[in-house]
């Protein structure tokens, strides 16, 4: 059974920082893309960072770039997201997601006009952590 598990989310004021991590277990996690997705209040779940299967390429979007920072560790079944310069639109509920078929950059972005839901674009979801940013 796979188990994704996101931590480090918190409250925190406009410029500061805060580090995510996602475990998974139950997987071979070196096989799969990863990524960082977040879904703020009355919005669509959206793709912000996702990695390839050894880290070696990244995607970010563009209201992250610069700010966000992606990283994994096979060998403690680890995914990172290093966050600064926090921004009151940050504040959202953030999810990590797994996929087996997808690469990187698909993962983080569905193809337009596909008709499904959001959360079944990807194999696996931690269950969120909720990252608020005020003022």
């Known amino acids: 059974q796979v188990q994704a598990e996101e931590s480090g989310g918190g409250s925190v004021q406009a410029g500061g920082s805060l580090k995510l991590s996602c475990i998974i277990d139950?997987?071979?996690?070196?096989?799969?893309?990863l990524g960082w997705w977040r879904q703020a209040p009355g919005q669509e779940r959206e793709g912000i960072s996702c990695?390839?299967?050894?880290?070696?390429?990244?995607y970010e979007a563009n209201s992250v770039k610069g700010r966000f920072t992606i990283a994994r560790d096979n060998a403690k079944n680890t995914m990172y997201l290093q966050m600064n310069d926090l921004k009151p639109n940050d504040t959202a509920i953030y999810y990590c997601?797994?996929?087996?078929?997808?690469?990187?950059?698909?993962?983080?972005?569905?193809?337009?006009?596909?008709?499904?839901?959001?959360?079944?674009?990807?194999?696996?979801w931690g269950q969120g952590t909720q990252v608020t940013v005020s003022t």
């Open positions: 990695i390839s299967q050894t880290g070696a390429n990244h």
């Open positions: 997601a797994a996929d087996l078929h997808r690469s990187y950059y698909t993962l983080c972005r569905p193809t337009p006009g596909w008709g499904g839901r959001v959360v079944e674009w990807a194999q696996y």
């Open positions: 139950g997987l071979t996690f070196r096989d799969y893309a």
